[in-house]
């Protein structure tokens, strides 16, 4: 069974690019969401792990958002240009990349939250900076 995963962003065309590259991979992307209203949609849905922006269209609600999927078991993955708000991470979350990123961190980011989740040892990108 693939593992499901939620893109909590508001730019539309990042959005699609994570989706597709998540497809690729093999996982089931569940579903774009630009927005805290969007996002508790999923809520009550498997979750796997959540792609999480920062700055949506309703604001700053990607750490809210973090925070309530992480408290439902979710692991979170943030991907922002800003990831200085993160201060020194929000409970339950894996870790932050940097916008702008590409394919291959975002393949080895995922990677690494899904296997920590499946309790393997698996060694964390270059790229993504851990919580915790």
Known sequence: MPARILIVEDEM?????????LEDLGYEPIGIAPDLTSAEVYFDETIDLALVDLNLRDG???????????AKGVSVLFITANPRLLGDGIAGAVGVLTKPTDEPTVRQAVEYA????????VAPPPALRLFG
């Open 13 to 21: 065309l990042v959005a699609v690019e994570l989706e597709s590259i």
């Open 60 to 70: 700053l609600t990607g750490p809210e958002i973090g925070r309530l999927l992480g």
């Open 114 to 121: 899904l296997g920590m989740r499946e309790g393997r040892s």
